[in-house]
């Protein structure tokens, strides 16, 4: 039998997709894209200490369109990882498992991230004045 | 000790103890930057649109300073683990897993560095 015609285990799209399954890779594109997210929040320290002209440059990127989408996902992303994180806490600690428990946690879940996500740009436009 | 081989336990080989080391870090870190990063995202955004002197008092207030300090090194740690754990995933050439898992620690470490510099040359006022 060559490499190519061995059997295979089902593949992972073979079955139904669950809400659990989609959260629980959703909390790695997530973490991955915190990464460049927090590139970007060192530039913009760097941009503010470098000066006044810099920093102009810095908010302007992030002002744009753009900037606001990118920072836009950044947000989403930082509150679904750390809430998502905080199931997989109490996952750790051996709570939660149930099926249900572990669907309704998951809805719990994407409502906080999503509330979080708009506090804060409410918030933020709010500072802004508009 | 019944079930370790003879060899392992002549040698007086046996758990290094290290095993959950990773787990624990990657646990420690997260549990560090919930507050962390609930206290700066609601900090940063009353700051939106605020001159750069606004910004800049904020930065270089001890506290913040430390705080912002201790975030940039939780995150980048916590980043490294889990893009670790990313590539050890979807890498299975052992020579292209090695050079993602040293790129990814030689930058993680320096982004961490250059983030902590920024805050303490505003802290410090230069």
Known sequence: MTAENRPLSPHIFIYR????????????????????????????????????EAYATATWAIGSWLGRLCLFGWTFSLFYHLCNGIRHLFWDAGHGFELARARASGLAVVAASGALTLAVWIAGYAARGG | ???????????GL????????????????AVALIPLYLWFAFSVTALAGAP????????????????LIALIA?????????????????????????????VSQ?????????????????????
């Open chain 2, 52 to 67: 750069h002197a606004a910004l800049l008092a904020w930065v270089g207030a001890p506290v913040n300073a430390v705080l």
């Open chain 2, 74 to 102: 939780a995150n980048f740690y916590h980043g490294h683990l889990g893009l670790q754990v990313v590539f050890e995933d979807y890498v299975p050439h052992e020579g292209k897993r090695l050079a993602c898992l040293l």
């Open chain 2, 1 to 11: 000790m019944a079930t370790r081989f003879t060899l392992g336990r002549v040698r």
């Open chain 2, 106 to 126: 030689f930058l993680s470490t320096l982004f961490a560095l250059g983030g902590a510099l920024a805050v303490l040359k505003i802290a410090l006022g230069g």
């Open chain 1, 17 to 52: 997709l669950h809400l659990t399954t989609l959260l629980s890779g959703l909390h790695r594109i997530t973490g991955v894209m915190l990464i460049p997210g927090s590139v970007l929040l060192v530039l913009w320290l760097w941009a503010a200490a470098t000066g006044t």
């Open chain 2, 14 to 29: 046996g758990s290094a103890k290290e095993g959950v080391h990773h787990w624990w870090m990657q646990r420690a870190s």
